[in-house]
């Protein structure tokens, strides 16, 4: 295919009649009914054994469009699933089956029904000769990624009805009250949208900003925090791909917390690098601290903060320490208050870090931790023998109003 420009729909550069041909066959003929009649004998389905069931099919109102319709379909859909099979393989021979495919696909990509095939056999191939990329096509052949690079504006139509269905998963599962075995927090594998946009991104920096930019414009727009899940696992989806990683300063940080949430701990190590990953942003890097605040502002990465501060300060109770000598929980507080601030931040487009109140350190935590302290006491209580006097006691002491700094917080 030395020529990539097509005239028509594509289908004479494939040896089919298409458009042109019958043009030219109806102002050349002295009989336009005969001459449409040899079109369609000439190219109908040629096989012997099914020319007698097409007046059966008259007779029952099947139309020969759509007759033929049914058998393109099924016949496109069957190329398809082949075409995806050669994909999974390895090795030179795929690439080559996949580029001779194309070369004599190309043409028909015009052709809205088979535009599929030509589809599948793009997003199977590794590596796209850039002159496939050039032909201005009707923005339909836009379905996939492949040619997002050098038209920006596709990506908006292209990705947003993949997001469209997960999100509204994701939230029929986080507020269903009535499942109880489908819990939403539940280590789950990375979604199926996770792992297409992966696919279509492949090793393409440019195609990888713009779909983070997305994913910022419709968090922005929406206020929807599941895109900022999807926003951390295709990171970590694409987390071995050398191109991408190397120029999205989140990723360690975004691997580091992964890695928390898997193991459901900070240890001091890893405290270590997320803090000094925080500390590490200079003057003119900012901009950084939105996508970090989007990856904080994951409800997984929410969840994991708010349960691990939590069990720090009952380490805190049973050793009878101040929440202010911790630091793994003042990074932890850190981190909770920049995801809770990521909408405003980027709305605003103020990269900085919230400062943390130290009120809620030194007065707010030790409330918290004296209620937690009346709960254990009364249920300590609830399993001793029974003794009127003490329990009346235990129970009023342990009782009460929340401390102010509990309600004013």
């Given amino acids: 295919m030395s020529n990539v420009k097509m005239p028509g729909t594509g289908l004479?550069?494939?040896?089919?009649?298409?458009q042109s041909f019958l043009r030219d066959a109806l102002t050349s003929c002295t009989d336009p009914l005969k001459a449409i009649e040899e079109f369609q004998l000439e190219n109908g389905i040629l096989l012997p054994s099914l020319r007698p069931m097409l007046p059966l099919l008259d007779l029952h109102g099947v139309r020969r469009l759509d007759f033929h319709t049914s058998v393109l379909e099924e016949l496109r859909d069957k190329l398809i699933h082949h075409i995806n099979e050669i994909g999974q393989k390895e090795g030179k021979?795929?690439?080559?089956?996949?580029?001779?495919?194309l070369a004599k696909s190309f043409p028909v990509v015009r052709v809205k029904a088979l535009r599929p095939v030509v589809m599948c056999i793009l997003r199977n191939t590794p590596h796209i000769d850039e002159k496939y990329l050039k032909i201005p096509v009707k923005q339909l052949f836009y379905a996939t990624c492949f040619v997002w690079r050098d038209t920006p504006t596709t990506v908006t139509h292209t990705i947003k009805p993949i997001y469209n269905q997960p999100i509204k998963e994701k939230e029929h599962i986080l507020f269903d009250h009535l499942n109880?075995?489908?819990l939403f927090f539940s280590p789950s594998p990375k979604g199926e949208v996770v792992q297409k946009l992966a696919h279509m991104i492949g090793t393409s920096v440019k195609l990888y900003d713009m779909v983070l930019q997305f994913l910022r414009t419709l968090f922005l727009r929406t206020r929807n925090i599941h895109y900022c899940t999807?926003?951390?696992?295709l990171l970590m989806a694409l987390h071995d791909l050398e191109d991408i990683i190397s120029v999205d300063p989140c990723h360690k940080f975004t691997w580091c917390l992964d890695a928390?949430?898997?193991?459901?701990?900070?240890?001091?190590?890893?405290?270590?690098?997320?803090?000094?990953?925080?500390?590490?942003i200079k003057r003119g890097q900012e901009q950084v601290l939105g996508d970090l605040s989007m990856t904080l502002c994951d409800p997984y990465a929410i969840n994991f903060l708010a349960t691990s501060a939590t069990k720090i300060?009952?380490?805190?109770?049973?050793?009878?320490?101040?929440?202010?000598?911790?630091?793994?929980?003042?990074?932890?507080?850190?981190?909770?208050?920049?995801?809770?601030?990521?909408?405003?931040?980027?709305?605003?487009?103020e990269f900085r870090e919230p400062k943390l109140d130290s009120q809620i350190v030194t007065k707010f935590l030790p409330a918290l931790m004296s209620l937690m302290v009346d709960d254990q006491?009364?249920?300590l209580n609830s399993k001793l023998p029974p003794d009127e006097r003490e329990s009346a006691i235990t129970i009023i002491e342990h009782s009460g109003p929340p401390p102010d700094a509990c309600q004013a917080y």
């Fill in 313 to 349: 300060l009952q380490l805190l109770i049973s050793n009878d320490s101040l929440p202010r000598d911790n630091t793994v929980l003042i990074l932890l507080l850190r981190m909770l208050a920049l995801g809770l601030s990521a909408w405003v931040m980027i709305d605003s487009q």
């Fill in 230 to 233: 999807l926003r951390a696992e």
């Fill in 377 to 379: 006491v009364r249920m």
């Fill in 12 to 18: 004479e550069d494939v040896g089919v009649p298409g």
């Fill in 260 to 280: 928390c949430i898997r193991e459901k701990n900070v240890d001091i190590k890893r405290s270590r690098e997320l803090q000094g990953f925080l500390d590490s």
């Fill in 180 to 182: 109880l075995t489908n």
């Fill in 93 to 101: 021979e795929r690439d080559r089956k996949l580029k001779d495919l």
